[in-house]
């Protein structure tokens, strides 16, 4: 089974859903600042479904949009539905819709619209499951062509895996992160990035490609926002005294240099965990 980083995350805790999206922009902003001083650029895994949507709207207020180093910055995405790129389900839709403004792309950048972020056009990897779609290359192939780009991109390698500089995670009401889903055989993989079927315990009932979840383990910086007292009980039992990640994959980001933040709802049934 992949190791999990040990020790725990630093957790914050916010009145409601707007304090975690303006908590995780600031923090999202620090952090691919940081990167980018170190070494040049930044390499930001970021998540799909409603949990960033609130947050790429707090990316867009003037001082962070003024902040961020978005031509130094290459987004990636941990995973996808297998769906084209702008299907209502795609992960990627949001941050086309709200980040890059993609109705209206000037030559060389994704975005540059009235409101589009200036992100070069290609610094964005989303999987191409569209493409994989569109000529018939299968779910497969969808994962080997994200994993073969990831590969050759130059990120720094820690026991074998690319080093994001920042990866921003949602969890599942059934303990998923990423689409590593309760009994995964994606846990014990070696595969970079991997085709996942379609589950049949939760909604969108669609085939996925995902990144592996160790990379999570060796991420510089790992942000888990989780909001709505849908999420209390299910976050109670990840940071319960059980650890089991076949059980709640998403004990893979309960780990030393996380941050969780959380609103009031979503962590009004988690233990306190023990400094």
């Known amino acids: 089974m992949t190791d999990v980083t040990p020790g725990e995350p630093n957790i914050v805790v916010v009145a409601d859903p707007e304090a975690a999206a303006d908590a995780a922009a600031h923090h999202i902003a620090t952090s691919l600042t940081a990167a980018v001083a170190t ?57 086309d819709d709200i980040l890059l403004d993609i109705g209206t792309v000037e030559e060389g950048t994704a975005g540059g619209g009235r409101h589009g972020v200036p992100l070069p056009i290609d610094h964005l990897h989303p999987f191409h499951a569209g493409e994989a779609i569109a000529f018939g290359r299968g779910i497969e192939w969808c994962a080997t062509d994200l994993a073969d780009t990831l590969r050759a991109a130059g990120l720094p390698t820690k026991d074998g895996w690319p080093v994001f500089d920042l990866m921003l995670i949602g969890i599942g009401s059934d303990g998923h992160l990423l689409s590593v889903f309760p009994g995964s055989a994606a846990i014990d993989s070696t595969e970079l990035a991997l085709a996942i079927p379609a589950p049949s315990h939760i909604e969108p009932h669609v085939q996925r490609v995902t990144l592996n979840p160790a990379l999570i383990g060796v991420a510089s910086d790992v942000l888990i926002v989780v909001t709505g007292s849908s999420k209390a009980d299910v976050i109670g039992e990840i940071f319960g005294s059980a650890r ?28 306190r965990v023990a400094d």
């Open 244 to 271: 089991d990640v076949s059980r709640w994959p998403a004990q893979f980001a309960r780990r030393a240099g996380a941050t969780w933040i959380l609103d009031a709802e979503a962590a009004a049934a988690m233990p």
């Open 39 to 95: 070494r040049g650029r930044a390499d930001w895994a970021t998540t799909g479904g409603s949990s960033p949507i609130g947050i790429y709207r707090h990316l867009l207020e003037p001082q962070l949009f003024a902040a961020l180093p978005w031509a130094e910055t290459h987004v990636w995405f941990g995973d996808d539905r297998y769906v084209p790129r702008d299907h209502p389900l795609s992960n990627v839709k949001p941050f």
